[in-house]
Each structure stands twice: as structure tokens, then as C-alpha cells.
């Protein structure tokens, strides 16, 4: 059963500051995606890693994979209120390299942004 | 585009009642449909997918059920609700296997 463990689970920082949210993951994969939920909201995708090494940057965030190490990582630069959200990472269970249907995803980061 | 709606956006239902909550998807042909739930202050827990038209996968057992009745409708049911079944649930669709998912507004049913 593949699990997916995030941490922190809450995140209070002040703005301008910066701060990594992970996520570990439990089997082999090299497919992981990040969300953003804001409240009572739906999921907005964010990234999408496919493969070792990979990294993805938009504005004040970058998300990274290493599956050798089973891990991805969000990297806030700078916040700004307007991150303030929960962060959900989700990991795809391959089959034969071809993906499945089924993402596990991540109890989620909720982050607050303090101005 | 594309798009996804879902429709109602909340529903307050009594227990043992029947449900039913709709997803459609415009802008895109034979998606991979997919039902998730969010209880309150947790992660999604995925319940059903569907590759096509009457094609049913369930991940989870429940009293819940999921059908396909055309290609971009996707329809979750239930003939009689527990107070377990209050969540916020998401519909999400995604072009084939191990691609993104994207995910609709959602609707929040309360179960009382």
C-alpha cells in the first residue's frame, strides 16, 4: 500500500520569509503532483514531476523529486499572504511505467501567511 | 477548454435519504472521470473512476454508487445516506493513465 506522508501539517510564517513543505512517499514512483486548496474551495493543480531530478518553478514556489529518495519538495520564496492555503502533494502508483488511476494523496500542508 | 461543473454545490440531506450529484465535463472526448471525498480537515480519499461509458472501477466499499451514463456525465448515488457520508466531494477528470487530474467546484453535503 503506497503512503504518502506530508510535513509539516501546519504551517504559520511571516511574510517575506521562506520555508519547504515535504512530502515522502512509501514505493517506488516517479509521478508526483502538487495541489493548492484554498478554503471551501476545489484543488487547483499546481505541478506535475515526472521524473527524477525534475524541477518545476512558478513565482514564489518550487516543487522537486528525488525518487531515490522518495521525496518531493515545495520551496516558498518570499511569502505573501496570498499563499495561504493547504498544499496537497500526490503520488501516482505506477504500473509498468505507464501510470494508474489512482493518485494517494497527502493529508495536506495547511499554510498560513501572517502579514 | 476544458471545463468541469458540478452540480448541486451544497446539499443538506437527513440520514437515510437517497442522493444523487452530478459531473459533467465540456471541452474534451472519452475522459477518465474520477469521484473523490474530502472529510472535513482531511486528505481525498479516492471512491470511483470510470475509463469510459458504463465502465465502474470502486476503490473503497460503501453505500455509495457511481455511473456513466454518457461520456462527459458522471453520476454519484446513493439509496439511503449514513451521517458518515458528509464530506466535500470532488469530481475530477484527467485524458488517460497517469496524467493530471483537474478537479471540479465540488459540493459539500452535510448529512444531519
Known amino acids: 500500500e503506497l503512503k504518502v506522508e506530508q510535513n509539516p501539517l501546519f504551517l504559520s510564517m511571516q511574510e517575506g520569509k521562506n520555508y519547504t513543505i515535504y512530502c515522502n512517499y512509501s514505493?517506488?514512483?516517479?509521478?508526483l503532483y502538487w495541489y493548492r486548496q484554498d478554503p471551501g474551495k476545489s484543488l487547483e493543480s499546481l505541478f506535475v514531476l515526472l521524473s527524477n531530478g525534475a524541477v518545476k518553478q512558478e513565482g514564489r514556489l518550487m516543487a522537486s523529486l528525488d525518487t531515490k529518495a522518495r521525496l518531493s519538495t515545495l520551496h516558498i520564496t518570499a511569502a505573501v499572504h496570498d499563499l495561504s492555503a493547504t498544499y496537497f502533494c500526490a503520488v501516482d502508483l505506477l504500473y509498468s511505467g505507464a501510470g494508474s488511476y489512482q493518485l494517494t494523496f497527502g493529508k495536506g500542508t495547511k499554510l498560513s501567511v501572517i502579514p | 477548454s476544458q471545463t468541469i461543473h458540478q452540480w448541486p454545490a451544497t446539499l443538506v440531506q437527513p440520514v437515510g435519504s437517497p442522493l444523487s450529484l452530478e459531473c459533467t465535463v465540456e471541452?474534451?472526448?472519452?475522459?477518465?472521470l474520477y469521484w473523490y471525498r474530502q472529510a472535513a480537515g482531511r486528505g481525498l480519499q479516492l471512491l470511483f473512476y470510470s475509463v469510459g461509458i458504463g465502465q465502474i472501477s470502486s476503490e473503497v466499499p460503501q453505500n455509495l454508487s457511481a455511473s456513466r451514463p454518457q461520456d462527459r456525465q458522471f453520476i454519484l448515488s446513493s439509496k439511503k445516506l449514513l451521517l458518515s457520508d458528509s464530506g466535500f466531494y470532488l469530481c475530477?477528470?484527467?485524458?488517460?493513465?497517469?496524467?493530471?487530474?483537474?478537479f471540479g467546484p465540488g459540493t459539500r453535503l452535510t448529512v444531519l
Open positions: 475530477a477528470w484527467s485524458h488517460g493513465r497517469g496524467t493530471t487530474q483537474y
Open positions: 471541452g474534451t472526448s472519452n475522459p477518465n
Open positions: 514505493t517506488t514512483s516517479d509521478r
